[in-house]
T-cell receptor, first 115, second 113 residues
Framework: DTEVTQTPKHLVMGMTNKKSLKCEQHMGHRAMYWYKQKAKKPPELMFVYSYEKLSINESVPSRFSPECPNSSLLNLHLHALQPEDSALYLC??????????????FGEGSWLTVV | GDSVTQMEGPVTLSEEAFLTINCTYTATGYPSLFWYVQYPGEGLQLLLKATKADDKGSNKGFEATYRKETTSFHLEKGSVQVSDSAVYFCALSDPRGYQKVTFGTGTKLQVIP
C-alpha cells in the first residue's frame, strides 16, 4: 500500500478553470515531487521540493504552480491548461539524502483530463 | 548524462513461464538501481532496489542483481502469474543526492493463462 496519498483520483477541467491537485505523505520525507506521465511513457519530472523549498523546476509552464505548505503536503495548482496537459500526475516523496540512494515512493496518481 | 535502456515490449508469456526483462544503464559514479511496476490505471510501486555492486534486490518472487561490470540490472522471475501483467520501469538515481531519477522507457508484460 502506498503511503503517498493523492486527491482527487480523477479530475476533468475546462481550459479556463482553476483547480488543484493535492498530495500528502507521512513517512517523514523531506523531498517531494511532481511527475507527469503520458500514456505509454515513463514519468517526467516537473518539480522537486526539498525541505519545503523549490529546488528543481524542469522548465514547466507557469500554468502549473506548485506549493509546499509544510513537510507533509504538496499541491499543484492548475490554471488555463491546454488539452495536451491531460495526463496522469504523480506525486512522490523520498528522503533528501541517504544511503538508500534516494528511493522515491509514488502515489496512485491523479488522472487529469482537460476539455 | 545518465541513461537507462530497457528491452522493447510488449513481452507476452504464458503463466508459469520464466521472465527476464533486460536493463542496462549509463551513469557517472555509482548509482542506485530500481525496478518499479505500474499496474493498469495505477501509480508506480517500488518493486525492488539495489544500492551497490553485486547487491541483489528481491520482492514478490522477482529478483535483480546490480552488475557493475556489465552495467546491467536485469529483472527475473521464475514463474510468472497473470497478476504480474503490468508495465515495468528500470530506473537509477544519482548517488550524490540530487533528486533526479532517470527512468527507462518501460516494458509491458502480458501474462496469458
Amino acid at each position: 500500500d502506498t503511503e503517498v496519498t493523492q486527491t482527487p483520483k480523477h479530475l476533468v477541467m475546462g481550459m479556463t478553470n482553476k483547480k488543484s491537485l493535492k498530495c500528502e505523505q507521512h513517512m517523514g520525507h523531506r523531498a517531494m515531487y511532481w511527475y507527469k506521465q503520458k500514456a505509454k511513457k515513463p514519468p517526467e519530472l516537473m518539480f522537486v521540493y526539498s525541505y519545503e523549498k523549490l529546488s528543481i523546476n524542469e522548465s514547466v509552464p507557469s500554468r502549473f504552480s506548485p506549493e509546499c505548505p509544510n513537510s507533509s503536503l504538496l499541491n499543484l495548482h492548475l490554471h488555463a491548461l491546454q488539452p495536451e496537459d491531460s495526463a496522469l500526475y504523480l506525486c512522490a516523496s523520498s528522503p533528501v539524502r541517504g544511503s538508500s540512494g534516494n528511493t522515491i515512493y509514488f502515489g496512485e496518481g491523479s488522472w487529469l483530463t482537460v476539455v | 548524462g545518465d541513461s537507462v535502456t530497457q528491452m522493447e515490449g510488449p513481452v507476452t508469456l504464458s503463466e508459469e513461464a520464466f521472465l527476464t526483462i533486460n536493463c542496462t544503464y549509463t551513469a557517472t559514479g555509482y548509482p542506485s538501481l530500481f525496478w518499479y511496476v505500474q499496474y493498469p490505471g495505477e501509480g508506480l510501486q517500488l518493486l525492488l532496489k539495489a544500492t551497490k555492486a553485486d547487491d541483489k534486490g528481491s520482492n514478490k518472487g522477482f529478483e535483480a542483481t546490480y552488475r557493475k561490470e556489465t552495467t546491467s540490472f536485469h529483472l527475473e522471475k521464475g514463474s510468472v502469474q497473470v497478476s504480474d501483467s503490468a508495465v515495468y520501469f528500470c530506473a537509477l538515481s544519482d548517488p550524490r543526492g540530487y533528486q533526479k531519477v532517470t527512468f527507462g522507457t518501460g516494458t509491458k508484460l502480458q501474462v496469458i493463462p
